[in-house]
């Protein structure tokens, strides 16, 4: 079983910055994706980025256009999000996310069977 937990949320005027991490737990595999989802009031859940335990290649939602990036810290067994150029329409509850090995990334929620508790983020303009 494997227990993410967040942190690094609160709260940030337009055009600020805020880290977020995710420490993982319990019995977590090299073939998995670490992902970030948010999900707004009203909206879906939307995937903001991911990467694999054992590489450095990064994904990202296209939305986020440069101003995020996903690194991790495997003797740490943490995944961060350094969020840059924050905007209001990033608020949102962030959550980091993984599931079972898998050959491609996946960007739905249903593709991730292990969910952090969920951090929020508010950027006020």
């Known amino acids: 079983q494997v227990q993410l937990v967040e942190s690094g949320g609160g709260s940030v005027q337009a055009g600020g910055s805020l880290r977020l991490s995710c420490v993982a737990s319990?019995?977590?595999?090299?073939?998995?994706?670490m992902a970030w989802f948010r999900q707004a009031p009203g909206k879906e859940r939307e995937f903001v980025a991911g990467?694999?335990?054992?590489?450095?290649?990064?994904h990202y939602g296209d939305f986020v256009k440069g101003r995020f990036t996903i690194t991790r810290d495997n003797a740490k067994s943490t995944v961060y999000l350094e969020m840059n150029s924050l905007e209001p329409e990033d608020t949102a509850v962030y959550y980091c996310?993984?599931?079972?090995?898998?050959?491609?990334?996946?960007?739905?929620?249903?593709?991730?069977?292990?969910w952090g508790q969920g951090i929020q983020v508010t950027v006020s303009s």
């Open positions: 319990g019995r977590t595999s090299g073939g998995s994706f």
């Open positions: 996310a993984t599931g079972p090995p898998r050959l491609e990334l996946g960007t739905l929620p249903t593709d991730y069977t292990h």
């Open positions: 990467m694999r335990w054992t590489s450095y290649s990064q």
